[in-house]
């Protein structure tokens, strides 16, 4: 259970073919139990991931009829509904964590829509992270082809390199910069037969946010959409903050795709945001910097809308909010300055 | 739902959360909650008024009252009701990458 009582969900999604499966199967053979459930979805007629899952003596809810996230969402709130009148009547042990495995064409951004806005799930549930796994043959072409696994990447808090023994050292190395292209803040790992497992592991909300490496960001973005990294003079004033960024996600929501970081609003530690289009995960206040270090950042994912004009309008609306001598910068490329 | 004035509070919404959810019904904490809720009514006055719009009361610290200049008012819970509400009232989206709202905000800011 989550710091407020409520069942944490982390969400795996990938590409057909990626892994999702395996990485799921090797988790559950070294943490077994009956307090994961397991909600898988099965894409056409042939019900092949149900199979491999049961195979591991678990019991996963097969959903059944189409896509997860963009056909049956309906489903998916009926299934964690009888989750929970089944732990509630005791006929299923206190679940501890919930692993919902999307179809590989499903964008997971719907998945975390549902638990944040159904009226008793968001009471119960709540999404700690979002695995996606990659596959390390064919991620290139499928990255070049396939716009579904740029919606995946960008909603990853954690992207798993798969199939790692087949390709080189360098493959791998051009795939983490083609992935961070998308996603500058996604934790890469690399894995092998499911061995990077470990990444289904629940996460304390808020965690998935780190401190950012400036180094890691990458040097050019990806065509289609922009990355910026934010960097603040002062200490946001949080009122103005919130005024800006719900006015934002509501005028601007579809092409904001992502933003991420830890933010200084004069607290001991920092407060947390992590956002998925127009879902905004509730935002959490650590109590310390990770790692001892104040540094505050912002990273934005967007589609077709200037870094610089989200920098200036932020900038705008903290000075109104109070902070007058407060500057915004941007400390990466897209914006042509380094902090 | 609150029993002295039994209205039904669903949900705090995020830019309310504060470190502790019980904190902010109590003492101190419901004193931070109003002040920072009043600097949140003070800056979207500025941005509602530059489209003719404005908080006109906020009701129990837990509703926005939004008003138009023709006398439409609106009663809405949290931010995220209240920007698709003013969209509506000012028959145009409210975009906070507009320069000149920008630009008022920083007269504003100057001042």
Same mark, same amino acid.
């Given at each position: 259970m989550g710091a407020r009582g409520r069942r944490l969900v982390t969400v795996l999604s990938g590409f057909l073919g990626s892994g999702k499966t395996t990485l799921l199967r090797e988790y559950l053979r070294r943490y077994p139990g009956d307090d994961i459930v397991v909600i898988i979805n099965e894409w056409g007629t042939v019900g092949l991931d149900h199979h491999l899952i049961r195979a591991v003596k678990e019991q996963p809810i097969l959903l059944r009829?189409?896509?997860?996230?963009? @056909?049956r969402l309906d489903d998916l709130v009926r299934t964690l509904r009888e989750v929970l009148d089944l732990e509630q009547s005791g006929k299923l042990p206190a679940v501890r964590q919930v692993v919902i495995e999307t179809s590989g064409l499903a964008d997971p951004v719907p998945v975390l829509f549902t638990l944040t806005t159904d009226p008793i799930l968001k009471h119960h549930f709540t999404a700690t992270s979002v695995v996606v796994t990659l596959d390390a043959v064919n991620a290139v072409a499928q990255i070049a082809q396939q716009p579904e696994i740029h919606k995946q990447i960008i909603a990853a808090d954690c992207v798993v390199i798969t199939? *790692? /023994?087949? @390709? *080189?050292d360098e493959d791998v190395s051009g795939l983490r910069v083609s992935v961070r292209q998308f996603n500058p803040t996604a934790r890469i790992l690399v894995s092998c037969l499911g /061995? &990077?497992? /470990? &990444?289904l592991e629940l996460t304390v909300e808020g965690e998935n946010v780190q401190p950012l490496a400036i180094d890691q960001l990458p040097p050019i973005p990806h065509q289609e959409v922009q990355t910026a990294t934010l960097g603040f003079s002062d200490t946001l004033d949080w009122p103005a903050f919130s005024v800006w960024l719900s006015m934002l996600l509501e005028a601007r929501g579809p092409d904001i795709l992502r933003i991420k970081g830890m933010l200084d609003i004069g607290e001991a530690g920092p407060l947390v945001l992590n956002t998925a289009q127009h879902i905004v995960h509730p935002p959490e206040h650590l109590s310390i910097w990770p790692q001892g270090s104040r540094k505050p950042y912002l990273v934005f994912i967007t589609r077709g809308t200037d870094p610089a004009r989200i920098a200036r309008s932020l900038e705008a609306f903290q000075r109104a909010g109070g902070r007058g001598g407060l500057r915004v910068r941007c400390v990466d490329h897209d914006c042509g300055e380094r902090a | 739902m609150c029993v002295l004035c039994a209205q039904m509070v669903n949900e705090i919404h995020w830019s309310e959360?504060?470190?502790?959810? =019980?904190?902010?019904?109590r003492g101190a904490g419901e004193t931070a909650r109003r002040r920072s809720r009043r600097a949140r009514i003070r800056l979207c006055s500025v941005v509602l008024g530059h489209y003719?719009? =404005?908080?006109v009361d906020d009701w129990s610290a837990t509703n926005y009252l939004l008003g138009d200049r023709k006398g439409n008012q609106r009663v809405l819970t949290s931010l995220a009701e209240l920007w698709p509400a003013a969209s509506r009232m000012a028959g145009a989206t409210l975009d906070p990458l507009d320069d000149r709202l920008l630009d008022r905000l920083l007269e504003t800011a100057g001042k």
């Open positions: 009829g189409g896509c997860v996230c963009c @056909v199939k *790692s /023994d087949l @390709v *080189s /061995d &990077a497992c /470990d &990444a | 959360r504060q470190l502790n959810p =019980e904190w902010i019904t003719g719009l =404005e908080v």
